[in-house]
């Protein structure tokens, strides 16, 4: 992520004050999904190759306005030189906050982008809306299937049957670790079950390590808590998006593990937002688990910490582990000119076939092809990516961030922060969840 905000809340953008009543303002009052003024159907059919149209200007939206921002530059200027005096890409960045709730009103107005990055959790608000157009002639056209992809990714991009996105990344949690306090209790690597994790922590204590693995209540604890419920069997809803499941029995499980790490003395009460990983940069933390958009952190402003990133341990007896991902979309402003669908269509191929720059941003490249590039081979985040089968994704609801920033995060944070036992919070939490579901089924439409 490219700044301290995307890192800590783009997941629950659409439940920040304001955003979801600027969503709901577009709307007119009527069903989310309704009023469009270009249906889902209208674009031109792509039908691949070279772009033979006139010259045509493409506005393009994204939120990588930090240490991405000049790799995905280098991105929009690489295309712009290959289809000069064809296709002339203007890339603006936004803030992510800024960009969700700008893009339906700037779109309805014809001021909005042509094409955009959004991430995986709104692609369902924004299709509900017919905000985007479906891709579908695009992928067909260039034979682009789930075998050139990571799988869950891949099937991210879907929403009511249909496909809105090109997935460009993925980005995950993983477990960093400090080396020089690994070796003083003999490893290597770090420890990859829960077992070993337990063990492990006990002997950086004997070792001298007052707290070597610092439990936040907020950012990012959802994304752990998400993780380990995944690992313990639990899904997050159910598959009609009409009810929560986190508040199962492996939901409590997996918020205990959490709670058991201050209780152990592993880590210490109320941790503050951000502090985890400021103690880990700062060599007083052995583990932490974050994403990995810290990579290119950790190597220009901790250079004397000597660390390595794993997968996040197998905690619940299933590998798994919260992720998201920048996906390439079109809009319905787009759609109105057959010219700028298809010089679009082929912005989306072209950087998304050429994506071995992005990875230099810290991402895992979508692209099979791409990951297995010599040139990003050896980078960190690419080596999280050995087994994809562990990826997991929010599924595709519109207004879902709504109801994990309103109800799952807070039930986390309650848990965490001792207010409540994990089985009393996740109770009190998934009846609010249930609640916003039912809304946004009424809002949307679905």
């Not at 209208?42 to 393009?60: M, Q």
């Not at 941003?361 to 960190?380: C, K, Q, T, W, Y």
Request: glycine content about 10%.
């Amino acid at each position: 992520m490219s700044d301290s905000f995307s890192r800590r809340s783009f997941l629950g953008l659409t439940g920040a004050a304001g955003l979801t009543a600027a969503l709901a303002a577009c709307g007119g009052g009527t069903k989310i999904g309704a009023g469009s003024s270009a249906p889902a159907s209208a674009a031109p059919s792509f039908s691949g190759g070279e772009y033979t149209g006139p010259k045509v200007t493409l506005d393009y939206w994204n939120g990588f306005t930090g240490g991405d921002g000049p790799h995905m530059r280098a991105m929009v200027e690489a295309f712009n030189k290959e289809f000069s005096g064809r296709i002339e890409v203007r890339n603006i960045t936004r803030r992510w906050e800024d960009l969700y709730p700008a893009m339906p009103t700037a779109i309805a107005a014809g001021k909005g982008p042509d094409v955009a990055i959004i991430h995986n959790d709104w692609i369902g608000t924004f299709a509900a809306r017919r905000t985007l157009i479906p891709l579908d002639d695009v992928v067909g056209a260039l034979e682009l299937t789930e075998a050139d992809f990571i799988p869950a990714v891949w099937n991210a991009g879907v929403f009511d049957g249909k496909r809105y996105s090109v997935p460009l990344d993925v980005h995950s949690l993983g477990d960093y670790w400090n080396r020089e306090h690994l070796e003083k209790i003999g490893l290597s690597d770090a420890p990859a079950d829960k077992a070993s994790y337990a063990d492990a922590l006990a002997e950086l204590k004997k070792a001298g390590i007052a707290t070597p693995f610092w439990m936040p209540n907020k950012w990012p604890a959802h994304l752990m808590f998400m993780s380990l419920l995944w690992q313990h069997g639990g899904e997050l809803y159910s598959e009609d998006g009409a009810k929560a499941l986190w508040g199962s029995d492996q939901g409590v499980q997996a918020l205990s593990w959490m709670v058991e790490q201050i209780d152990e003395g592993f880590s210490p009460p109320k941790v503050a937002i951000d502090t985890q990983y400021a103690a880990f940069k700062n060599g007083k933390v052995s583990l932490t688990w974050d994403g990995i958009w810290q990579i290119n952190d950790l190597k220009a402003n901790a250079p004397s910490l000597e660390w390595g990133l794993s997968p996040v341990p197998d905690i619940g007896g299933t590998p798994a582990v919260w992720s998201a991902s920048h996906n390439f979309v079109l809009t319905s402003q787009a759609g109105k000119d057959p010219n700028k669908v298809q010089a679009a269509k082929a912005f989306i191929d072209s950087v998304s076939r050429r994506s071995t720059e992005w990875a230099k941003a810290g991402m895992i490249p979508a692209r099979n092809s791409v990951r297995e590039d010599p040139a990003v081979a050896d980078l960190p985040q690419v080596g999280l990516a050995k087994d994809v089968g562990v990826f997991r994704f929010l599924p595709a609801l519109p207004g879902v961030g709504d109801v994990q920033s309103k109800a799952l995060e807070l039930a986390v944070a309650k848990a965490v922060l001792k207010q409540a036992s994990p089985a009393e919070a996740l109770k009190e939490g998934v009846a609010t969840a249930d609640k916003l579901l039912a809304d946004n089924k009424r809002k949307y439409g679905r």
